[in-house]
């Protein structure tokens, strides 16, 4: 696509919208802080990796040639977020009783399964915390002389030695940063760990040689060293989750600040990145998002009710990423009903073959419009509705609606022309019986109420509901049961 419309993208740091000009002229390089794998990512987290594979793809249709890195934290992150509290690596291995290395394996294959799920991109590079930590030695020793201190717990970094700190952190209406805990001997609150000493009569099963004494890395250090070793300094875009605006990103920005040379902020390049992104959270008023939950809500909870994890996606990108997005079961429906309407919209241009360019003089305008809507600080709500609009589109050529909509779909990720019916129709986990029988049982359900028997017909859908399955009267699409979530 050429760049008909600038992109424009809203710079956490400066907040403001700005045109997206690349370091290298062409190319689009984008870092995005990925999970922690202590535990199964919830649907929050995954909001994060749908806001950052949106980003990218819109920077391929926008013909940039992408080089995107996503970390994998195995090591270093503490249980509060700041510098206080156990390694949530090496709590989670104690109380499951197992290597830390087999927590590490388990939990970041769950979160590829994840992103699979949710038709998430590869990224560039997948960066693994632990195969970098020679490279966060040899970083923290580039800036310890100047900008750090040391102390009986570890190597600590002096936030008063770079300008601008935590400006990420803080907008007019905000008091700046917050939930950093106390340690003795710290010069200033804020100041943070580098390097973590492992306690005397401790042995952590993570832990390293350096100057510093025995231990482990910091979880702000991580960052700082893959995206400069893997995308170069400055890069383009780094992403995340807005709960990192506050710390961990800060802390980011200051160890950059260090290793470059101190620039003031003013240049958002001293950064590390010229934009900085953060999506908002989802609000989950059932109080299910925490881990500490028990049945917390992770994408495998939606799947086993019944619900297509492209749903989840469809709910995400209803919303723009700048935005609180509520997350209900009401909410997650009518994205579903939204998703199986346009699979079976599209259903009937699965076999012909597309256009190689849109150039109808009906369709055009629609593609020109979602170029402008996606340019608008990634405006996926607009963009939605013209998708709409692309496959509600009548008395055009077969093959340029497909091409159209082939176009629009490569950035929005829900794979209309592969998906289908049979695969948006997943048998809740608590249903009792197969697909098979329950569409049996509608069908018979069907011919009863055809026949005005209303006893037979109300005894069949109690009979599901006793099963787990809630018969969806009125579904003008005609897929009529779902999981019963009361």
């Not at 206080?84 to 939990?107: F, L, N, P, T």
């Not at 799920?117 to 195969?131: F, M």
């Not at 935590?166 to 008091?175: K, S």
């Not at 699965?350 to 369709?363: I, T």
Request: with cysteine; hydrophobic share 40%.
């Amino acid at each position: 696509m050429s760049d008909a419309t600038p992109l424009r993208l809203f710079n956490s740091l400066t907040r403001a919208v700005e045109e997206f000009r690349p370091v290298h002229p062409g190319e689009a390089r984008v870092y995005t802080c990925g999970p922690t794998v202590y535990n199964y990512p919830h649907i929050g987290n995954m909001r994060a990796y749908v806001f950052a594979d949106t980003l990218g793809r819109v920077l391929s249709f926008k013909g940039y040639a992408l080089r995107h890195v996503i970390n994998i934290t195995d090591v270093g992150h503490l249980t509060d977020d700041a510098d206080a509290g156990e390694d949530k690596m090496e709590k989670m291995a104690r109380q499951q009783a197992q290597s830390i290395w087999d927590v590490a394996r388990h939990y970041t294959q769950a979160y590829w399964e994840d992103v699979k799920a949710l038709n998430i991109r590869q990224p560039y590079q997948w960066s693994i915390a632990t195969d970098y930590v020679p490279q966060m030695i040899e970083f923290a020793k580039g800036i310890a002389d100047r900008h750090c201190y040391e102390l009986p717990s570890g190597l600590y970094f002096d936030t008063s030695t770079v300008a601008d700190y935590g400006r990420l952190a803080r907008a007019a209406t905000e008091e700046g940063e917050g939930r950093i805990e106390a340690v003795e001997g710290k010069r200033h609150q804020a100041d943070f760990a580098i390097w973590r000493k492992t306690p005397p009569g401790e042995t952590r099963q993570m832990e390293w040689d350096s100057p510093w004494g025995r231990g482990a890395p910091g979880w702000h250090l991580e960052c700082s060293v893959m995206s400069r070793e893997l995308l170069g300094l400055p890069f383009d875009i780094h992403t995340g989750g807005i709960d990192h605006r506050e710390i961990h990103h800060p802390n980011e920005i200051a160890q950059n600040q260090a290793i470059t040379g101190c620039g003031s902020l003013d240049c958002a390049e001293h950064s590390g990145a010229r934009l900085w992104m953060h999506n908002n959270f989802l609000i989950d008023r059932s109080g299910k998002m925490s881990k500490s939950s028990g049945e917390f809500l992770r994408l495998q909870l939606l799947i086993d009710k019944g619900f297509a994890p492209l749903s989840y996606r469809l709910l995400c990108l209803q919303a723009h990423y700048r935005s609180e997005l509520e997350f209900s079961w009401d909410n997650l429906a009518a994205a579903l009903t939204r998703l199986k309407r346009m699979v079976m919209a599209v259903a009937p241009l699965r076999d012909v073959a597309s256009a190689e360019e849109v150039s109808h003089p009906k369709l055009l305008p629609l593609l020109e419009k979602f170029d402008a809507a996606l340019s608008d600080d990634l405006n996926t709500p607009v963009a939605l509705t013209l998708l709409d609009e692309a496959i509600a589109a009548k008395k055009v050529p077969a093959e340029q609606k497909r091409a159209l909509i082939e176009r629009m779909d490569a950035v929005i990720g829900l794979g209309l022309l592969v998906l289908t019916r049979e695969e948006l129709r997943i048998r809740p986990k608590r249903a009792l019986v197969s697909e098979e029988e329950i569409d049996a049982a509608l069908v018979r359900r069907q011919d009863a109420r055809a026949a005005k028997d209303f006893a037979t017909s109300d005894a069949i859908r109690d009979e599901l509901a006793g099963k787990g399955v809630e018969v969806m009267d009125g579904d003008p699409l005609r897929w009529e049961w779902k999981l019963d979530l009361g």
